[in-house]
Nanobody, 127 residues
Framework: QVQLVESGGGLVQAGGSLRLSCVAS????????MGWFRQAPGKEREFVAA????????DYAGSAKDRFTISRDYAKNTMYLQMNSLKPEDTAVYYC????????????????????WGQGTQVTVSS
């Protein structure tokens, strides 16, 4: 089993920055792909960014490119999302997700492709 715990959310003004963290515990060696999703009130959960253990490849949603950076510290079993130039439309609950596989390192973009989820952390960007 795997447990994911997010932190780092909060209230920030537009243009500000936040860094989210996701600490993984349990069978972390199998977590080939990890990602961040977000869900705003009344909307579906959407992909933000993901990172693969295979060479550290990353990908981002269009709304996150050039503003957000995903990274992973394997020694600390922690994934990060550095968010800069935040906008009010970034307001959402942000979720950490992980896909467990021993043979597949392909970045995934859909919620159903991830095995484990954190409880979420609220990010609120004021205008």
């Amino acid at each position: 089993q795997v447990q994911l715990v997010e932190s780092g959310g909060g209230l920030v003004q537009a243009g500000g920055s936040l860094r989210l963290s996701c600490v993984a515990s349990g069978r972390t060696f199998s977590l080939n792909v990890m990602g961040w999703f977000r869900q705003a009130p009344g909307k579906e959960r959407e992909f933000v960014a993901a990172i693969s253990k295979n060479g550290g490849s990353t990908d981002y949603a269009g709304s996150a490119k050039d503003r957000f950076t995903i990274s992973r510290d394997y020694a600390k079993n922690t994934m990060y999302l550095q968010m800069n130039s935040l906008k009010p439309e970034d307001t959402a609950v942000y979720y950490c997700a992980a896909k467990a596989s021993l043979t597949d390192w392909t970045i995934r973009y859909n919620t159903y492709e991830y095995n484990y989820w954190g409880q979420g952390t609220q990010v609120t960007v004021s205008s």
